[in-house]
């Protein structure tokens, strides 16, 4: 994704209003033949996130030029345009950011969760169970939420078990029960 706008490819960029807004063509996305995903998808960026964004990139893209004593890398000026920083030539790609992050994951992350580490898909999966957890058969809006079908919602992450159904009884009936007093 480049940093600034750019009308034919994912970017991200600061808006009038000095909120952060990515865009990204609908031929982009790995599930383009959905029909909800629009044409060209925009999404602005809360105030508190928009500000992490700035110190983000600030903070990376100065590192990344501090970094490097060497000769510049071939395309290392092109490199800066992007808002994953990367030492790696030309820029961090899908599969190179898939393997950093199972990188992080197996030297950081709890194993007994996930031995080996987890790749970028998994935050799909993450994003997709925690939602339906909590607004169980809510399919529809999760496919919403992750720009792809209610079908695909119900084949890959309708993995809820009867606890999770009976801990959101137990919490319908805590509340009724603090609301009535007892």
Not at 14 to 25: A, F, Q, R, T, V
Not at 70 to 78: D, M, T
Not at 160 to 176: F, G, T, V
Request: glycine letters at 6%; aromatic letters at 12%; proline letters at 3%.
């Amino acid at each position: 994704m480049k940093i600034g706008y750019r009308s034919d490819g994912e970017c991200i960029y600061k808006n009038k209003k000095g909120l952060y807004e990515i865009s990204i063509p609908k031929s982009c996305f790995k599930n383009f033949d959905q029909k909800i995903i629009p044409d060209h998808f925009v999404h602005i960026f809360s105030k508190n996130t928009s500000l992490l964004i700035g110190d983000y990139l600030e903070k990376n893209r100065s590192a990344f030029l501090m970094s490097t004593k060497r000769a510049p890398l071939r395309g290392q000026e092109e490199d800066l345009d992007y808002f994953l920083v990367s030492r790696r030539e030309p820029f961090m790609t899908v599969r190179s950011l898939s393997r950093s992050i199972e990188d992080f994951f197996k030297t950081y992350g709890d194993q007994t969760i996930k031995v080996g580490g987890i790749r970028i898909h998994f935050f799909r999966d993450i994003v997709a169970t925690s939602f339906l957890k909590q607004f169980p058969g809510a399919y529809a809006h999760a496919g919403m939420l992750l720009l792809d079908s209610e079908q695909t919602m119900k084949e890959n992450y309708g993995h809820l078990q009867p606890k999770d159904a009976l801990s959101l009884w137990q919490a319908h009936n805590e509340n009724r029960m603090n609301r009535t007093g007892f």
